[in-house]
C-alpha cells in the first residue's frame, strides 16, 4: 500500500425528480443549506449540492447520475435532538422515528423519491 493515497470524503449523489420537492425536503424539512447549483442551460435538469453540519450531499435531475432507491448510512451526534427538531416542523410527508438498533440509535428518513438517509448515533 502506498501512503501516498488518502481519501478525502466520499460525498453521496442521490437522484431527484421534481425542483420543488427536493427543496421543501432537503432545505425546508432537513435544514440543508445549498453549496452550489448547476445547469448547462436554463430548463435543463438541476445538478445541486446541499450541507449542513459538515455533511455534504448532491441531488441530481440527470439520468444516469445515481438510481433512485438508494440509501445514504450517517454516522452523527444528537440523532434524539435531530429527531425531535424535524418532529417539530409538521412536515405532512413524514414524522421519523427513533429506532434502537444494537449498533445505535437511527433515524431514517424518505425522500420523495424513494431514496432513504440513515441517521445514526453510533453505540461505543
Not at 501516498?4 to 425536503?25: H, M
Request: glycine share 12%; aromatic share 12%; with cysteine.
Amino acid at each position: 500500500m502506498s501512503d501516498a493515497i488518502q481519501f478525502i470524503r466520499a460525498t453521496p449523489i442521490l437522484r431527484s425528480f421534481d425542483e420543488v420537492k427536493a427543496r421543501e425536503f432537503y432545505l425546508g424539512f432537513l435544514g440543508f443549506s445549498v453549496l452550489f447549483e448547476h445547469r448547462f442551460e436554463p430548463d435543463t435538469p438541476l445538478y445541486m449540492g446541499i450541507e449542513r453540519s459538515g455533511l455534504v450531499l448532491h441531488l441530481s435531475e440527470h439520468h444516469g447520475d445515481a438510481a433512485p432507491g438508494s440509501t445514504v448510512y450517517v454516522p452523527m451526534t444528537g440523532v434524539r435532538a435531530y429527531q425531535a427538531e424535524l418532529i417539530g416542523k409538521g412536515y405532512k410527508y413524514g414524522r421519523p422515528g427513533v429506532e434502537e438498533q444494537p449498533w445505535g440509535d437511527v433515524l431514517q428518513v424518505h425522500d420523495p423519491f424513494g431514496n432513504r438517509i440513515r441517521f445514526c448515533e453510533e453505540r461505543g
